[in-house]
C-alpha cells in the first residue's frame, strides 16, 4: 500500500464498510460478497493512483470505469 494519506484515509473507509457490510449481513451471502468484492477492487485501484490525487478524484474516476459513464 502507498503512503499517501488520501490512501491511508480510503483504506480505513474501506475497511470501516466491510465491518458494516458484515456485521449487518450474513458475510456469506452473495451482497456481502459482492460489497466486499467491490470494496477490495477499489482499494486496489486507488493504490496505483498518483500519491497527490484527491480521493474524491479517485472515487469519480473509478466510478466511471465501473459503471461505464461520466460522472
Request: charged share 20%; hydrophobic share 40%; proline share 3%.
Amino acid at each position: 500500500m502507498s503512503d499517501s494519506s488520501y490512501t491511508k484515509t480510503l483504506y480505513a473507509a474501506i475497511l470501516e464498510f466491510q465491518g458494516y457490510i458484515i456485521q449487518n449481513h450474513e458475510v456469506d451471502s452473495t451482497t456481502a460478497q459482492a460489497y466486499i468484492r467491490v470494496a477490495d477492487d477499489l482499494l486496489r485501484y486507488a493504490e496505483d493512483k498518483e500519491p497527490m490525487a484527491s480521493p474524491e478524484a479517485v472515487l469519480q474516476e473509478y466510478y466511471s470505469l465501473t459503471i461505464g459513464v461520466s460522472a
